[in-house]
């Protein structure tokens, strides 16, 4: 069975609007601060620099967040790029009880019975789908139990 690898989608017609709002921002601030120091000599910039930094982290959106992936596998989970305490994370299959898929996470319950909750990247419906029907190939074949 090959890899599932669930990765932020920057190609969705939301991530391109929340870029094209970002760079109109941006656009109007740089002109805004062009405009007043023509004509009135005195700029806050204070707000322009506020301005500036809210317009370049939509106009930059995701960012970071793009090279967050959840690595699926025959072995187990693996987290790459997440910002984590002790950095990488992985999750056999061996210590997994039961899987289950909830609104932004995945919950494993362990065999000794605690649970672990892995936040998703953004995502779109598909890869949900996707992510669904992979992992209930994965826990037939591991005979592990899938919460729907």
């Excluded at 707000?47 to 699926?72: D, H, K």
């Excluded at 319950?109 to 996707?130: F, M, R, W, Y």
């Amino acid at each position: 069975m090959e890899p599932f690898e669930l990765k932020v989608d920057t190609n969705t017609i939301y991530i391109k609007i929340i870029h094209f709002l970002g760079t109109l921002m941006l656009g109007f601030f740089i002109g805004a601060i062009i405009f007043i120091y023509k004509y009135e000599g005195t700029i806050d910039w204070m707000n322009s620099f506020i301005g500036i930094t809210c317009s370049l982290v939509f106009a930059f959106f995701p960012g970071a967040a793009v090279n967050q992936a959840l690595i699926i596998n025959e072995e187990g989970i693996f987290l790459k790029n997440y910002s984590t305490f002790w950095g990488k994370k992985k999750y056999n299959w061996s210590s997994v009880k039961a899987v289950e898929v909830k609104k932004n996470r995945i919950e494993l319950t362990k065999n000794v019975g605690s649970t672990a909750k892995i936040k998703l990247p953004l995502h779109t419906d598909e890869q949900i789908k996707n992510l669904k029907n992979y992992l209930r190939q994965v826990t037939r074949s591991k005979e592990i139990a899938y919460k729907n």
